[in-house]
């Protein structure tokens, strides 16, 4: 069984410019999370997604972040502009059913550094 | 106060020792208990879930919980060099997001 997808692996970018994060899904999991992780801390959840919905994203900075779902499938995470406190590994996971019971199974995250 | 508190280490053992890790937290509301284990450059990976007090065993894992205490640890018997990795707690209510301790690096020594 494939796992979670995520692209690029590694990012470079200037403050203030943009930048976006693709995901793509195990086949079948309807939900679909971006988690944070700034080093030495632990992941932070930024928006989980039931299909194409939003279901959480109180901790996206949305003044500057922005995702996207659109055909329930893979998902795009955005930055602009960018900060240097953005610099982070960003994580995909998805579950089956987001059901306090159902593991979640995480991609390899994108490590993004804004210098 | 940070709702989970995880000692960062780094932590550093003999192979074949055994190891414990530990982790506090504030919201009694938390219901459910996780430990993640996540290698360099690597996503986290499920190594333990449990929703209730007491022992849960699994190989040489064993998870602990005790909710009168707010504390959580997870054992490792027989600790191998593959088991050198940072461990991430994590917790949830049956109706809120998941939150993530800060981890506790390990290094086990052949």
């Known amino acids: 069984e494939a796992g979670v997808a995520q692209s690029p692996r590694y990012k470079i970018i200037e403050k203030r410019q943009s930048v976006a994060f693709w995901c793509n899904p195990i086949s079948g999991h309807a939900t679909l999370y971006w988690y944070q992780q700034i080093l030495g801390q632990g992941p932070k959840l930024l928006i989980q997604?039931?299909?194409?919905?939003?279901?959480?994203d109180s901790q996206l900075p949305k003044d500057r972040f922005s995702a996207e779902r659109l055909k329930g499938v893979d998902s795009t995470l955005k930055i602009q502009p960018a900060k240097l406190e953005d610099s982070a590994v960003y994580l995909c996971a998805s579950s089956l059913d987001g059901g306090v019971h159902t593991e979640a199974f995480f991609g390899q995250g994108t490590r993004l550094t804004v210098v | 106060q940070k709702e989970v508190e995880q000692d960062p280490g780094p932590l550093s053992v003999p192979e074949g020792a055994i190891v414990s890790l530990n982790c506090t937290y504030s919201?009694?509301?938390?219901?459910?208990f996780m430990w993640y284990r996540q290698y360099s450059r690597k996503g986290p990976e499920l190594l333990m879930y449990?929703?209730?007090?007491g022992n849960k065993e699994d190989g040489r894992f064993t998870a602990q919980v005790d909710k009168s205490s707010k504390y959580i640890s997870l054992f490792i018997r027989d600790s191998q060099p593959s088991d050198s990795a940072t461990y991430l707690c994590a917790m949830k209510t049956s109706y809120d997001k998941v939150i993530f301790g800060p981890g506790t690096s390990l290094s086990v020594i052949p």
């Open positions: 919201n009694s509301a938390f219901q459910y």
């Open positions: 449990t929703y209730s007090s």
């Open positions: 997604f039931q299909n194409n919905g939003v279901v959480d």
